[in-house]
């Protein structure tokens, strides 16, 4: 099963993308994921639209939603220039907001990898077995994350 939306870049289609995943997770048996996979899909699309596109509403992000083994995945492709994503992905520091979002998606994905020189990102959440250890480090990472946010 796969599915592609493509959008403009401009955040007023972000609630598009999530009913569009909120009903793909439901095809697929999975409705009780939808959470997850949406908060890292809509920041990896947010990150599209903002970093990539630079907000340019000429310019598209496109989505492809799909199942792979054993679980789904969401691929966000923007039409920018790229980045160097091995510098994140780690907990940024205090007084540094920049990869806030890739941290936010690595800790919900399963597995998050970058290409066409980081104007696309795949996210794959594995829904069949999760370790419910894995679970619970999740969300302590992102509790302990948002705490420092707030304060």
Partial sequence: MKETLIIQSDMSNLPMVEERLFHFCRECN???YYSTVSFAAVQAVKN???HGNHEEADKKVSLEFGTCRGGLYVEVTDEGEGF????????????EKCGEGIFVMKSLA???TF???????RLEFAVNGIDPADAL??????QAHFALVAA
Avoid: H
């Fill in 115 to 121: 290409s066409d020189g980081g104007r696309q990102v």
């Fill in 137 to 142: 480090e999740r969300v302590s990472v992102l």
């Fill in 48 to 50: 599209a639209i903002v």
């Fill in 110 to 112: 399963d597995c998050m």
């Fill in 84 to 95: 160097d994503y091995a510098r994140y992905g780690q907990l940024p520091s205090d007084d």
């Fill in 30 to 32: 999975v409705g009780n």
